[in-house]
């Protein structure tokens, strides 16, 4: 378990995390609104070596990001109510890294490699990021 005591330090966390990741990976994020999951995802972003910004793809449901050591494949699935027949699995495999928002939406869908990180707001800055 790791505390985060800001923005900042979520985006550190993910930079660091980001360098044992390796093609094929599956991150599922859970957490409430405002919880750091995009925070996150752009500190792993960064650790990939990825320089594009990264926004949340709420409405696009998913951005690519070829530009690191690895592409990204960052997906949010806040507005489905399913995420079957939109393609989410042909991301579940090497090359890319896949990291989901809101992925308790799609529990039975993921792989068994998946790694789960939960964030969890303890205030208005302070973030607690378990990973299983």
């Known amino acids: ?29 859970s957490g409430d609104l405002g ?6 995802v752009k500190g792993i972003a960064a650790g990939l070596g990825i320089v594009q910004p990264v926004t949340s793809p709420t409405f696009t449901l998913i951005h690519e990001y070829r530009s690191g050591r690895l592409p990204l494949a960052h997906v949010d699935l806040y507005r489905l109510e399913s995420a079957a027949g939109i393609g989410l699995e042909d991301y579940f ?40």
Request: with cysteine; glycine share 4%; net charge negative.
């Open 35 to 40: 919880a750091g999951k995009t925070c996150l």
């Open 93 to 132: 495999d090497a090359p890319w890294v896949t990291v989901i928002e809101w992925a308790e939406k799609i529990e039975t869908l993921l792989p068994m490699h998946t790694k789960h990180i939960r964030l969890t707001a303890l205030d208005e800055i302070t973030r607690q990021i378990e990973v299983t």
């Open 1 to 29: 378990m790791i505390i985060s005591h800001s923005a900042d330090e979520t985006i550190a966390f993910g930079r660091q995390f980001a360098s044992a990741l390796r093609a094929g990976d599956v991150l599922a994020l």
